[in-house]
């Protein structure tokens, strides 16, 4: 069993930067891609960005350039941060682990851009 805890969002003006973290407890193993899906206000979830444990990534394209993700596997913590944030990136922001097609997922944290 996995369990995934997010935390790090928060309110931001637009231009902001935040961090946010997500620590996996359980087994997780090498085969394992970790990532941050957001699903904005009435819209479907969406794609932020994904890491492999061998720190292969890859971005949704609304992210690209400003968004990072990282890994540090001997903490099973995945990170994101999050620069030059626009009001348009406000969602509730998931963390993801798809393990052979499988996928676990967090309980999400608020993540609100505004003046």
């Known amino acids: 069993q996995v369990q995934l805890v997010e935390s790090g969002g928060g309110l931001v003006q637009p231009g902001g930067s935040l961090r946010l973290s997500c620590a996996a407890s359980g087994s997780i193993f090498s085969i394992d891609t970790m990532g941050w899906y957001r699903q904005p206000p009435g819209k479907q979830r969406e794609l932020v960005a994904t890491?492999?444990?061998?720190?292969?990534?890859n971005y949704g394209d609304s992210v690209k350039g400003r968004f990072a993700i990282s890994r540090d596997n001997a903490k099973n913590t995945v990170y994101l941060q999050m620069n030059s944030l626009k009001p348009e990136d406000t969602a509730v922001y998931c963390c993801n682990i798809n393990r052979l097609g499988h996928n676990y997922w967090g309980q999400g944290t608020q993540v609100t851009v505004s003046s």
């Open positions: 890491i492999t444990s061998g720190g292969i990534t």
